[in-house]
């Protein structure tokens, strides 16, 4: 090779050299600055306390899935508002109840249902631990919210035990108080892993067609286990 060809050589591997340099320097100048934005995606087990829904002294009710998607914005260092969707799988449970069945007959109330609630809700979080930006925050956190929420239960009820009675398709609505304990792990700079409790405390005792049975209204449980991703801004 000539010294015009070294010369082109030397300056094509400078220009790429320098463009990968800047493309790091660019990357980490851009990551040290605060991402406000995160998405979140939700699963795991859940139950609905209903007046039909089992006998829960004794454990006896059905756990079922719950989905939830979530976007979160960050508020200064310890706080970050949340938006939720999502979804539960319901249905009724527990042994039958002879004890019961007079009074449910009585109050036209079904014996059991099954269908799904759909909620959603917004909330502000506040970390117990916190921190300026994602590239600083620790391995471990914890955090806590609870706002306000609105849910939709769609069902079919079933006023027998019979596993051939006829189901009638029915709906209800209720505002609820969401309160969440959420515990989280960073597997990454951009990303995170938590385990959060949640439950769905409502204003209504007929989301699951049988009203008046116990002293409470219906609510919502929820575990899942959420993956975090930051977003850029």
Do not use: C
Not at 19 to 32: I, N, V
Not at 148 to 168: K, T, Y
Not at 195 to 217: A, H
């Amino acid at each position: 090779m000539n010294k015009t060809g070294y010369f082109y050589a030397i300056i094509i591997y400078l220009f790429l050299f320098s463009s990968k340099m800047e493309t790091y320097g660019q990357s980490l100048y851009r990551d040290q600055y605060e991402r406000k934005h995160s998405i979140a995606i939700g699963a795991g087990p859940s139950f609905m306390y209903a007046d039909n829904g089992g006998i829960y002294n004794s454990g006896d009710f059905r756990w079922n899935p719950a989905f939830s998607l979530a976007y979160l914005r960050k508020l200064g260092n310890r706080f970050a508002l949340q938006a939720t969707v999502g979804m539960q799988i319901v249905e009724s449970g527990g042994a039958e109840r002879d004890y019961a069945i007079e009074d449910w007959e009585d109050s036209g109330g079904a014996f059991r249902f099954r269908g799904q609630a759909y909620f959603f809700d917004l909330m502000p979080v506040i970390y117990l631990i916190p921190y300026d930006t994602h590239m600083n925050r620790g391995r471990f956190n914890a955090y806590l919210g609870s706002g306000i929420g609105f849910l939709q239960v769609r069902r079919r009820d079933a006023f027998s035990f019979d596993e051939n009675a006829p189901e009638f398709q029915k709906s209800a609505n209720s505002f609820y108080i969401p309160a969440m304990v959420g515990f989280s792990y960073s597997i990454s700079p951009l990303s995170d892993l938590s385990l959060e409790f949640k439950g769905l405390f409502t204003f209504s005792d007929s989301l699951d067609g049988n009203v008046g049975y116990n002293q409470f209204d219906d609510h919502f449980v929820q575990t899942q286990l959420v993956y975090r991703r930051l977003l850029r801004n």
